[in-house]
Nanobody, 121 residues
Framework: QVKLAESGGGSVQTGGSLRLSCVAS????????MAWYRQTPGNERELVAR???????TYADSVKGRFTISRDVVGHAVYLDMDSLKPEDTAVYYC???????????????WGQGTQVTVSS
């Protein structure tokens, strides 16, 4: 019913930049918060940044000052601009969205398929 399409991952050297994009499509009535999580092998998925539909933004301490999350509310999209990348930012990054469906007016959580970000030293 709803799909999150991610793009923008890749490989960069330390200090480089990448931009991740995620667009939600399908039977959408409203998208509440959209966020980016990341996960490394053997570890739990962790929140990187969240942008709520009321404008509130949250960042993990490890990315504050380096990453910027932004939203296109009308287009149901979220972006993550990542600057000054470090090897410890290497992970699979997942888009996350709280979506109210247009058919049932029920909120659900959706995840993207994940995109790999690799930062080499």
């Amino acid at each position: 019913q709803v799909k999150l399409a991610e793009s923008g991952g890749g490989s960069v050297q330390t200090g480089g930049s990448l931009r991740l994009s995620c667009v939600a499509s399908g039977a959408i009535f409203n998208v509440g918060s959209m966020a980016w999580y990341r996960q490394t092998p053997g570890n739990e998925r962790e929140l990187v940044a969240r942008a709520r539909d009321d404008g509130r933004i949250t960042y993990a301490d490890s990315v504050k000052g380096r990453f910027t999350i932004s939203r296109d509310v009308v287009g149901h999209a979220v972006y993550l601009d990542m600057d000054s990348l470090k090897p410890e930012d290497t992970a699979v990054y997942y888009c996350h969205a709280e979506v109210t469906l247009s058919v049932t007016y029920t909120p659900y959580i959706y995840w993207g398929q994940g995109t790999q970000v690799t930062v080499s030293s």
